[in-house]
């Protein structure tokens, strides 16, 4: 059964970098057919997609936090993690993990988010 | 971006009740379309892929339709498990994008 689970801290101060990291167990992601996938959902709002790292070490960005994000993996501990720098109360959210489906056929686009860590709380303030 | 469009915003509907929400594409995404519910405070879960393929272990009361620019999330007969709020999201074109959710609601 594939689990995530995110973890990171809870507060980060504004102007500072918020770095999460996603464990991922009972699948390898040094292997296709997945994206692993960043998406965040700030209070009472909605979802946004933050981003993906494929196992190649290829990454996409959403263009609004390009300037700003890193997303990179560690394979020797199944792990894959998000770096956000400049942070503002606007970051505020609940940071989901999640295991995009590549369509290993004929695109291999991303087509759907099948399993979702439980999402982490972080709070941008001083 | 492409946006994506829900209406209604929010539903009240009684148990046995059939619900249909309806996400609109400003671009056709053909069939590049998935559907999530969720919970208050848990993660979204994942209904249905490529705009009509139901995810496995999700009740066959769900179902989605369309291609394009307008898809529909059906719920045949409304269970007390359902209330939740709705979200579809693209993945025709990059950057993808969510809809704004439906709340499903005890009328």
């Known amino acids: ?126 | 971006d492409i946006q994506m469009t829900q209406s209604p915003s929010t539903l009240s509907a009684s148990v046995g009740d059939k619900v249909t929400i309806t996400c609109r594409a400003s671009q056709n995404i053909d069939w590049w379309l998935a559907w999530y519910q969720q919970k208050p405070g848990k993660a979204p879960k994942l209904l249905i892929y490529m705009a009509s393929y139901l995810e496995s272990g999700v009740p066959s009361r769900f179902s989605g339709s369309g291609s394009g620019t307008e898809f529909t999330l059906t719920i045949s007969s409304l269970q007390p498990d359902d209330f939740a709020t709705y979200y579809c999201q693209q993945y025709g074109t990059f950057l993808w994008t969510f809809g704004q959710g439906t709340k499903v609601d005890i009328k």
């Open chain 1, 1 to 126: 059964q594939v689990q995530l689970l995110e973890s990171g801290p809870g507060l980060v101060k504004p102007s500072q970098t918020l770095s999460l990291t996603c464990t991922v167990s009972g699948a390898s992601i040094n292997g296709g057919g997945s994206y692993w996938t960043w998406v965040r959902q700030n209070p009472g709002m909605g979802l946004e997609w933050i981003g993906n790292i494929y196992y190649s070490g290829s990454t996409s960005y959403n263009p609004s936090l390009k300037s700003r994000l890193t997303i990179s993996q560690d394979k020797s501990k199944n792990q894959f993690s998000l770096k956000l720098t400049s942070v503002t109360a606007a970051d505020t959210a609940v940071y989901f993990c999640a295991r995009d489906q590549e369509d290993i056929v004929r695109t291999h686009k991303p087509y759907a988010m099948d399993i979702w860590g439980q999402g982490t709380t972080v709070t941008v303030s001083s």
